[in-house]
């Protein structure tokens, strides 16, 4: 894409050129191009385009010759003829994904049969309630109904093949109105989305427009071109994506689940391979990411002990509390004054004090429980990496009606017996704290399946979370994996 027009920065006219995702100002200062200024940041930059096109730059950071931004807005009409594109009620999304999760040939009825002696069998859209999707969601402050919405388009041209279009939009209805500063944060959202459902991260939309609402029907005001790159490598298909018809019944809880990551600070999404080609490469970069991801899912799904159990949380506080005096020792131990069987005797010595007053005020049933909190805690303290080991070993018994075939695939494929849950656990644990640690055993067959299991045991703890039903875990699991 390739325009120019001038934009308006604290009450001054600059001109500018846009070619390839770059923009050009043009100062009216010779030296400008010597000594470019300060970068300063804008929410919102605003101008004209040489064809009379209201414009709109969104999260800007820039100098005196050149302009960074999120994304681009551009009028779908000349300016002055509607009210401008600073707010939006709808934004809708178009390309391959959402092809891919819509699905346009589910929204026609073949005829049946095989006599096509006099025409072909014909076929008939379906009616807009079957094939539309709509549903509602809370994000937040925001009430979006989230759904899609097909468009048919004839073809009577006599030198095109084709006998038309099925286009559908996933789209984004608000029911407040929404100023564009949140662009970059709604088109994130749907990012996400379908990075999720399609198990890779080369999401590419075709088209973003974003539309007004005016009596019960929307008109489409302006096109939105997002700042980021265009990898062509997209090639999934409705066999080895979530599509709609798998997700259906859960959609407003499954986009609500994806979308609030962001929101929540969760930025640990890299066990989704970036395209197909990487999705069957195991890196010990990858494994590390993946192993974080399934720590911080497991947290998220299930609850500590020490949120279900007082006794537990009362033990627990007691690490926490002296934990919160460690500065000291830890400086010790940096400055080599301390050694670690040093800062155990310490540490451990001042929580079995505070334990010890504790019991005193317990009953001796109550007492014999604290005991084991207490050695599991210290063991836990002292053995720290133990802890991810363990979520695997139950991610893997809670989940095993929907990993187990993922299981067997990939044994069988990598020529490997799959170990016991408490052992697949450990292996796991042990291959992430090599790699932690800066001394990695060499990737095994093992590795590979245990990586594998781990993504296919993140997405279920995903599902799980946006209350999918068991038989649609089942098939996403199957076709992703």
């Known amino acids: ?41 804008k929410e919102v ?3 004209v385009t040489t064809g009379n096109r209201e414009v709109a730059f969104v999260g800007c950071r820039y100098n005196d010759i050149s302009l960074g931004y999120k994304a681009l807005v551009i009028s779908d009409c000349n300016t002055g003829l509607y009210s401008g594109i600073t707010k939006f009620d709808r934004i809708c999304f178009e ?11 589910r929204a026609f009825i073949s005829e049946s049969g095989f006599d096509i002696s006099e025409r072909m069998k014909s076929i008939t859209p379906k009616k807009w309630e079957d094939i539309n999707i709509s549903s509602q969601v809370s994000i937040n402050s925001d009430r979006i109904n989230i759904g899609v919405n097909f468009s048919f388009w004839h073809n009577l041209k006599y030198a095109e093949t084709s006998m038309g279009d099925a286009i559908p939009k996933f789209t984004l209805e608000f029911q407040r109105t929404v100023n564009i500063k949140r662009l970059p944060y709604v088109y994130l959202m749907v990012y996400d989305f379908f990075c999720f459902l399609n198990f890779c991260r080369n999401i590419y939309f075709d088209k973003i427009t974003l539309q007004q609402k005016e009596n019960d029907k929307f008109r489409t005001i302006a096109t ?15 066999h080895n994506s979530i599509i709609s018809q798998d997700c259906k019944s859960y959609l407003p809880e499954l986009f609500k689940t994806v979308a609030l990551r962001r929101n929540q600070k969760i930025y640990d999404n890299f066990y989704i391979p970036k395209n197909s080609k990487e999705a069957s490469v195991v890196s010990y970069e990858k494994f590390l990411a993946c192993a974080l991801s399934l720590e911080s899912e497991y947290n998220r799904l299930y609850p500590t002990k020490r949120k279900d159990n007082d006794l537990y949380a009362d033990v627990y506080k007691l690490f926490e509390k002296s934990a919160d005096e460690l500065e000291t020792l830890f400086i010790a131990i940096k400055e080599n004054k301390l050694t670690q069987e040093e800062f155990k005797e310490i540490y451990f010595g001042k929580v079995n004090n ?39 070993k139950n991610a893997l018994v809670n989940n095993w009606e929907y990993i187990q075939p993922v299981v067997d695939k990939m044994s069988r494929a990598n020529k490997v017996e799959f170990p016991s849950a408490s052992e697949a656990g450990k292996e796991f644990a042990d291959f992430r704290n090599g790699i932690a640690h800066g001394n990695p055993q060499e990737i095994e067959p093992l590795h590979v399946v245990l990586y594998e299991v781990a993504r296919a045991l993140i997405y279920t703890m995903v599902l799980k979370k946006a209350n999918a039903d068991d038989d649609s875990i089942k098939t996403v699991i199957n076709k992703l994996f």
Do not use: Q, W
């Open 1 to 41: 894409m390739e325009h120019t027009g001038h934009i308006r920065i604290n009450r001054k006219v600059i001109p500018y050129h846009l070619k390839d995702k770059t923009v050009h100002l043009i100062p009216n200062n010779t030296y400008a191009c010597l000594i470019p200024g300060d970068v300063r940041e």
């Open 45 to 47: 930059i605003k101008g």
């Open 95 to 105: 390309g391959k994904p959402v092809n891919v999760f819509a699905g346009p040939g």
């Open 224 to 238: 939105v071109y997002v700042n980021s790159e265009n990898d062509d490598d997209y090639d999934r298909n409705e």
């Open 354 to 392: 505070e334990y010890n007053s504790l019991k005193k005020s317990i009953s001796k049933t109550k007492m014999r429980k604290t005991d084991g909190y207490f050695e599991k805690i210290e063991d836990a303290l002292t053995k720290i990496d133990y802890s991810l080991a363990e979520k695997y």
